[in-house]
């Protein structure tokens, strides 16, 4: 069975710092990997996914994400922190031997960037 | 387009009493998804479709209900409500396919008490 962790129930940032939001998954097979975000009192919205290519994958908001195979990780990152980034950050997976297009979410990370 | 919504945005229901959410999708897309949001919990699948006329179950299906009679529309029902029923629940939709991702509705809150 497909998983991710989030290991970090907040993380705390000052305002301009670089920011990193991490996610470790387990899955059988070879893995679609996204980040999505979601503001207070509104549905997630899509940040970013790795599918297939470059390591490195560039998202939305300036965010962007390193995919590691070795350490079945999917760490979420932004060079520059800015207060409007606060907000709930979800890792979700795809196992590709999962047959259709679910996904399976972490538990979600709260990140708060102090100005 | 309006992308996916959801009706009603609030509810609150006495235990044993039943409803049903709406959710409507004006993307064309194929397949759809309910969730739930409970803190410390993520979200986790209750149902999904994969085209009009086919749901399956996801994660945590007990107790609901749901049915895609038009490809645009995916209403997840509540039989007999429960206190543990008490959630945020999410609809999202999204293209056929692998490696698609989802959009999500604003969500309802709905209180069982």
């Known amino acids: 069975a497909q998983s991710v962790a989030q290991p970090e129930d907040q993380v705390n940032v000052a305002e301009g710092n670089p920011l990193t939001v991490k996610c470790t998954y387990s899955v059988s097979g070879n893995p679609y990997l996204f980040w999505y975000v979601q503001y207070p009192n509104r549905g997630l919205q899509f940040l970013l996914k790795?599918?297939?290519?470059?390591?490195l994958v560039k998202g939305s908001y300036g965010f962007e994400a390193e995919f590691n195979k070795s350490q079945t990780s999917f760490h979420l990152k932004k060079p520059s922190a800015l207060v409007s980034d606060s907000a709930l950050y979800f890792c979700a997976v795809r196992d590709l031997n999962s047959g259709y297009s679910t996904l399976t979410f972490g538990k979600g990370t709260m990140l708060l960037v102090s100005p | 387009n309006a992308g996916v919504t959801q009706t009603p945005k609030f509810r609150v229901l006495k235990t044993g009493q039943s409803m049903t959410l709406l959710c409507a999708q004006d993307?064309?897309?194929?397949?759809m998804y309910w969730y739930r949001q409970d803190p410390g919990m993520g979200l986790r699948l209750i149902h999904y479709s994969v085209g009009e006329g086919t749901t399956a179950k996801g994660e945590v299906p007990d107790g609901y209900n749901v049915s895609r009679l038009k490809k645009q529309n995916f209403l997840l029902g509540l039989e007999s409500a429960a206190p543990s029923q008490t959630s945020v629940y999410f609809c999202a939709s999204s293209r056929a396919g692998e490696f698609h991702e989802q959009y999500f509705g604003p969500g309802t809150r709905l209180t069982v008490t």
């Open positions: 790795y599918i297939t290519g470059d390591n």
């Open positions: 993307m064309n897309h194929e397949y």
